[in-house]
């Protein structure tokens, strides 16, 4: 149970977890992660009987890995203090650990055969922040569950060296629910009530805007697929969809698409480009790291992909756009370096500088890679 001056509703989560050891007649252990709690919670939690962790280190993420590391047990089960979960029925997480689950995730959310007690959950976490980010974690990271957000959930112990958690915030808990479906863990997901928060105190620790943002954000650099490849995919698309009808001059419903079409097809494709090359160097970067595992498509591309391979391409494209640029300022010199048509001057120009651009960002990329390859040696 992470902890920071929870003297109000601790001791009852201790008892209730201690009863349901004893009732249960499981050989295990209380801990409470103390995270610099100056209210006499951790006097309390051990004349209760539990084992107090001190954390010196601020921040949700870290009093649970504190708590983590300090367990002895072949399964742990985490949640937080504050008298919404009740931790004497615990047995269907036990016995879901027991038949060979990896990861127990609890489900507050009626999607999930959950219940939520009247004002036990604020109106825009309910409709809005947990369905939305359980959903894009679902679509992102195919984490089988319904409510990512859930704090009460039960794990093995050996587990947790494997996912290399690195969160010390609120995020913490859907770090570890992603990077255990990157890494094959099976997870399964348990029904529970939430309980009205026990506290009057003070408020909750949670912080909707803040804690959304940092969660939104883990997201992001954990997928660099949608973070850059996807996007960068469409702006590739589009670019060149643009070229399609901009280099004929070609004209729908009164519209004819010229040379600043062109311009913007050009835009498209270079940051399409770029945005794709980002997200191969970042996926590389966080496989070689392991921070993401590595992927076939990541190792087929890394034996595909060589230097070699890389600078000879880039040389081409340059080569290409090079060669167009020449040829603009060849109907320049035969102009007698006067006035030119814009609109056939510009479909020898734009392609000529978004091909140099193209060539010289692989060439980059290509140098980049092999000292990340280089670096891992």
């Not at 949700?60 to 504190?66: D, E, H, K, T, V």
């Not at 809005?128 to 794990?155: E, H, I």
Request: hydrophobic fraction near 45%; proline fraction near 5%.
């Amino acid at each position: 149970m992470p902890c920071l001056n929870e003297a109000e509703t601790l001791p009852k989560c201790v008892e209730k977890a201690l009863r349901f050891l004893r009732e249960s007649k499981i050989p295990g252990e209380v801990i409470v992660a103390d995270n610099g709690s100056t209210d006499g919670s951790p006097e309390l939690a051990a004349k209760l009987g539990a084992r107090v962790a001190a954390v010196s280190e601020r921040g949700y993420g870290n009093a649970l890995r504190g708590g983590i590391a300090a367990a002895r047990g072949r399964f742990v089960v985490i949640g937080d203090a504050d008298d919404s979960y009740d931790f004497a029925a615990l047995g269907a997480f036990l016995e879901k650990l027991r038949a060979g689950a990896d990861l127990v995730q609890g489900c507050r959310l009626p999607s999930g055969g959950g219940t939520i007690e009247p004002d036990a959950m604020p109106p825009s976490h309910r409709w809005l922040g947990n369905p939305l980010f359980s959903a894009l974690a679902r679509r992102m990271f195919r984490v089988p569950v319904n409510d990512v957000y859930c704090g009460l959930r039960g794990f093995r112990r050996d587990l947790i060296p494997k996912l290399d958690l690195r969160c010390e915030g609120m995020e913490f808990a859907t770090e570890m629910l992603i990077k255990a479906s990157l890494r094959g863990a099976r997870i399964e997901e348990v029904p529970i009530t939430l309980h009205r928060d026990g506290r009057t105190a003070h408020p909750p620790h949670l912080r909707t805007f803040r804690d959304g943002w940092r969660t939104l954000r883990f997201f992001l650099i954990c997928s660099p697929r949608w973070l850059f490849a996807y996007p960068g995919l469409l702006l590739l698309a589009l670019g060149a969809l643009g070229f399609g009808v901009a280099m004929p001059g070609l004209t729908f419903f009164g519209a004819t698409f010229d040379a600043h079409t062109l311009l913007f097809a050009s835009l498209a494709l270079m940051v399409g480009y770029q945005s794709v090359l980002f997200g191969w160097l970042a996926r590389t970067l966080a496989a070689r790291d392991g921070f993401l595992p590595e992927t076939k498509l990541l190792g087929w591309l890394r034996e595909a992909v060589s230097l070699e391979r890389g600078l000879g391409f880039g040389c081409v494209l340059l080569g290409a756009g090079v060669g167009l640029l020449l040829a603009a300022v060849a109907q320049w010199q035969a102009a007698g370096f006067g006035r030119l048509d814009y609109a056939l001057t510009m479909r020898w120009v734009i392609p000529g500088v978004t091909l140099t651009a193209v060539g010289f960002q692989t060439v980059l990329a290509s140098f980049f890679v092999a000292v990340l390859g280089w670096y891992r040696k």
